[in-house]
């Protein structure tokens, strides 16, 4: 279906379109730059600030209920639509599976990454270390209790034993995971998967700043894990290869996985040990919202592949370009 949409596009008037939120700005302000047409679909109490910025062709506001019908608008004005974690946690896996507008990268990830256990899993099939998963009755260390979906980190809470996990899992009401609680640091790794160039590039890195894990709390309130900015980050040099390795490996899991390759930017999210191992407890299959940490000056990572810095927004962009100059539009979208 998809395929019969691209043969009706005029690639000359080709838009890019995404939800108004998350990495909104970075993705519309690099397409602009680009020379694409540029379209946010906002909720109605937030169009009025994306309004105020010129890069930003449309603001159109919209019922995410029924995207369907976004989606066939979307359609008509030859826009490629870029996925972020607001797109899943508003619009939801399934109408962004059924959704009839080409879509950045694998949309089929999207189903998976609203679903704790199948991202474990695909994990797994990659080969790269992940926390274990319990049952509450097998619980006999520390954990973290995860809600399902794009919630960054919000309902997220700690159990020290399980008497305490058993008490504070009568209050959740949605699905979760109950996975071994990792000690180290955390680091979260940003990728693109390039079928322009075949290669899985490295591109960034950043670390989450969480209201009562990083506020000034001092131990007054129970930890909590909601997300309200990124903090960037340089990894030491001798850890590379590996996180390299791992993305790479992930890649190869999406193929075999779900028969398509991979394309377009994604995340591991991992904690580094005081051994300097490293476990994945999390991936996210489309742009995350670290990458706003570089954006408009580039990522550290970026001039390894290019003569200038980009940021995500900016790749993305980029690749779109070379898939519209070469008819291969397909190869970029799902």
């Not at 992930?250 to 075999?256: L, P, Y």
């Given at each position: 279906m998809i395929e019969t949409v691209i043969k009706s596009y005029d690639l000359d008037r080709l838009a890019v379109a995404t939800i108004a939120s998350h990495t909104a700005l970075q993705i519309l302000r690099a397409a602009k730059r680009r020379g694409f047409k540029t379209l946010a679909v906002a909720r109605p109490s937030s169009a009025w600030f994306y309004k105020r910025f010129q890069f930003i062709d449309e603001v159109w506001e919209a019922d995410f209920s029924n995207f369907r019908l976004v989606a066939e608008k979307l359609a008509e004005n030859n826009a490629v639509l870029i996925p972020h974690g607001s797109y899943v946690e508003y619009v939801g896996w399934r109408q962004a599976l059924e959704a009839p507008v080409p879509t950045f990268g694998v949309?089929?990830?999207?189903?998976?990454?609203?679903?704790?256990?199948?991202?474990?899993?695909?994990?797994?099939?990659?080969?790269?270390?992940?926390?274990?998963?319990?049952?509450?009755?097998?619980?006999?260390?520390?954990?973290?209790?995860?809600?399902?979906?794009?919630?960054?980190?919000?309902?997220?809470?700690?159990?020290?034993?399980?008497?305490?996990?058993?008490?504070?899992?009568?209050?959740?009401?949605?699905?979760?995971?109950?996975?071994?609680?990792v000690f180290g640091v955390p680091a979260y790794y940003h990728f693109f998967a390039s079928p322009m160039y075949v290669r899985v590039e490295l591109f960034g890195m950043d670390v989450r700043y969480e209201t009562n894990v990083d506020g000034r709390t001092f131990g007054l309130v129970e930890?909590?894990?909601?997300?309200?900015?990124?903090?960037?980050?340089?990894?030491?040099?001798?850890?590379?290869?590996?996180?390299?390795?791992?993305?790479?490996?992930?890649?190869?899991?999406?193929?075999?996985?779900?028969?398509?390759?991979?394309?377009?930017?994604?995340?591991?999210?991992?904690?580094?040990?005081?051994?300097?191992?490293?476990?994945?407890?999390?991936f996210s299959g489309r742009i995350v919202a670290g990458t706003n940490v570089y954006m408009g000056v580039g990522s550290q990572y970026s001039v390894l592949y290019f003569d200038e810095p980009m940021d995500m927004g900016e790749r993305i962009a980029h690749e779109l370009q070379l898939a519209r100059e070469r008819g291969r539009l397909e190869d970029v979208v799902s």
């Open positions: 949309r089929r990830l999207i189903e998976v990454e609203a679903d704790q256990y199948k991202k474990m899993d695909l994990l797994r099939r990659a080969g790269i270390p992940i926390p274990r998963s319990y049952a509450p009755e097998e619980v006999d260390r520390p954990v973290i209790v995860k809600l399902f979906g794009a919630k960054g980190g919000r309902g997220y809470f700690l159990a020290r034993n399980r008497e305490e996990l058993v008490q504070r899992l009568r209050e959740v009401k949605e699905p979760y995971i109950i996975q071994e609680y930890p909590t894990f909601v997300v309200v900015a990124n903090l960037p980050l340089v990894l030491r040099e001798s850890l590379l290869p590996t996180v390299q390795k791992y993305g790479e490996a992930f890649a190869d899991a999406v193929r075999e996985a779900l028969g398509e390759e991979m394309k377009g930017p994604y995340s591991l999210e991992s904690i580094i040990r005081d051994d300097l191992s490293i476990v994945v407890f999390e």
